[in-house]
């Protein structure tokens, strides 16, 4: 089911893709794209408000990697 902020399509813009790559030595890089910056296009202010705390908790797992 769809919820009230969302659309149907609107997971094409979701921010579901995390890059973890080896950098130079034994370095890693972890990334992922900040949600609120993807869903700038889009007129919705509860979905704006729903990106802003998928960000926070997207960094924090980022963070405690």
């Not at 919820?3 to 094409?12: A, E, F, V």
């Not at 995390?18 to 700038?40: L, N, T, Y």
């Amino acid at each position: 089911p769809t919820r009230p902020c969302c659309s149907k399509t609107i997971g094409t813009m979701l921010p579901c893709n995390v890059v973890v790559q080896q950098r130079a030595g034994e370095d890693v890089e972890v990334a992922a794209i900040d949600p609120v910056a993807s869903m700038q296009t889009v007129d919705n202010p509860a979905l704006k408000r729903a990106a802003h705390q998928v960000g926070v908790k997207l960094q924090r797992a980022v963070e405690s990697i």
